[in-house]
């Protein structure tokens, strides 16, 4: 499980809410996505994004160093201020993969939905990031109701 005191190591500063009895069941790129107790992690427009995500079940967020807050974030919503939030999140995997073993509580989310044949963002860069990060969170799992005979398929 991705807990609080995990994701504020990897931050440069916190602000909001200091509880390390949360725990997350979701870390996610897409705003739009619901989760159950969910780390979001902006990618672009995050004051325009961190708004849905919050709407779809998000209670804390990465947050870019200097980027100005939205008037509209309750002063006890967990931020974690981190130079890139998308780095930070493959950070947090990094720690969540080794720290977990076959422990599957948290899930990670580095997809977009196809939009008009295109994806979302439009940053090339952040795209190949974000596939390259899902691949590792895929690959690291173990396929349910499968023993080692089957990983490699």
């Avoid at 990465?62 to 130079?83: A, C, E, H, K, S």
């Amino acid at each position: 499980m991705v807990t609080y005191k995990m994701v504020q190591s990897i931050a440069e500063e916190a602000r909001g809410i200091v509880d390390e009895t949360i725990r997350f069941h979701a870390v996610f790129v897409n705003p739009a996505k619901q989760v159950k107790k969910g780390l979001f992690v902006p990618l672009e427009n995050g004051a325009e994004t961190l708004k849905t995500a919050i709407e779809h079940g998000a209670i804390a967020s990465f947050w870019p160093v200097g980027d100005p807050l939205p008037r509209y974030i309750p002063n006890q919503f967990p931020l974690f201020f981190v130079p890139s939030p998308l780095e930070a999140a493959a950070v947090l995997l990094e720690q969540y993969l080794e720290k977990s073993g076959d422990d599957e509580d948290t899930e990670f989310s580095f997809m977009f939905p196809e939009k008009d044949g295109t994806y979302v963002p439009d940053d090339e860069a952040i795209r190949l990031r974000l596939a390259e990060l899902q691949k590792r969170w895929l690959g690291a799992r173990r396929a349910k109701g499968c023993d080692d005979s089957c990983q490699s398929k």
